[in-house]
């Protein structure tokens, strides 16, 4: 069994950070464009006005280069893969990779209970243990958030993050059989085996079944 992380699954979460930041900075540069519009309209030629319209032209300056560079620097990672998937496999299954990446690690993610406010020194007391289930879950979420799922046109694979808390190890272990079933029900096309562990990793393999 292949349990190696392929280039795909080791630049995913850099491609995903650099989508949100390219999304974000998009959303500052038009806000500073309107704050700097207003500034420009207005009357007061104050030199705190001119200083704030030149500090929001030097962050537009930035904010623009960010955006211009960020997709130059996606299809530089994203082109050995693309290239590799022309050849030998698809393209389809590399959206369908990221697509189901996302989808995944929905499905994994604990939701943690609603803190309560207004509380009594006795309910202070009977939270603790919750408070300690919330980091647990805390620590889960962030683990599992480096899951990775990835799809060819023979084998589905599967990288699952361990946490490194005994606790939040014994999350995962209880969800092991759930998540096979959420795997194999949204990918039949596949013959999914049984986990198998390596070091912090948790591996599941799917082959393509012969039609």
């Known amino acids: ?6 280039y795909l699954m080791r630049i995913y979460n850099l491609l995903l950070f650099l989508g949100m930041l390219f999304l974000l900075t998009c959303i500052f540069t038009l806000l500073l464009l309107f704050a700097q519009g207003h ?10 006005m001119n200083a704030m319209n030149d500090l929001f032209g030097q962050c537009l300056t930035i904010s623009k280069c960010i955006v211009s560079v ?9 082109l050995p893969e693309s ?7 698809s393209l389809i299954n590399l959206g369908g990779s990221f697509i189901g990446t996302l989808r995944f690690r929905q499905f994994l993610t604990q939701s943690e209970p609603i803190p309560t406010e207004n509380v009594t020194l ?8 919750k408070t300690a289930e919330n980091k647990t879950i805390s620590r889960f979420n962030r683990a599992v958030h480096k899951s990775v799922l990835e799809l060819t046109n023979k084998q589905l694979r599967l990288f699952i993050k361990v946490p490194k808390e005994s606790q939040a190890q014994k999350i995962l272990k209880e969800h092991e059989e759930q998540i096979k079933e959420h795997v194999a029900s949204l990918y039949p096309d596949y013959l999914i085996s049984t986990f198998e562990r390596k070091k912090f990793g948790l591996w599941l ?5 012969n039609k």
């Open 1 to 6: 069994m292949n349990m190696k992380k392929s």
């Open 39 to 48: 500034l420009i309209n207005s009357t007061d030629n104050s030199g705190l």
């Open 70 to 78: 960020i997709p130059f620097i996606v299809i530089g990672l994203l």
């Open 83 to 89: 290239v590799c998937r022309l050849k030998s496999d």
């Open 122 to 129: 006795a309910q202070v007391v009977s939270e603790r243990p």
């Open 205 to 209: 393999i799917g082959t393509k079944r």
